[in-house]
């Protein structure tokens, strides 16, 4: 249950990302090099979730 709840909040947070990139806000409004840094750190966090939920998974359905 904890890597596919794992999966999903990977996904938010891609999308967080994406969304923190094209308009730039986050609580407040960002600079743009301030925007572009955070949302890619938002990404590649959001990529690390979802590679580890999904070989979690694949190991719970080998074993």
């Known amino acids: 249950m ?3 709840l794992s999966l999903v ?3 938010f947070y891609v999308v967080l990302g994406i969304v923190v990139i094209i308009y730039k ?4 409004v960002l600079e743009p090099n301030i ?3 955070m949302g890619s750190l ?3 966090y959001g990529l ?3 590679y580890r939920a999904y ?3 694949k190991e ?3 074993a």
């Open 2 to 4: 904890f890597n596919w």
């Open 9 to 11: 909040t990977g996904f």
């Open 25 to 28: 806000f986050l609580i407040i």
């Open 35 to 37: 925007a572009y840094a």
């Open 42 to 44: 938002l990404i590649v």
């Open 48 to 50: 690390f979730r979802i």
């Open 55 to 57: 070989k979690g998974i």
């Open 60 to 62: 719970n359905n080998n």
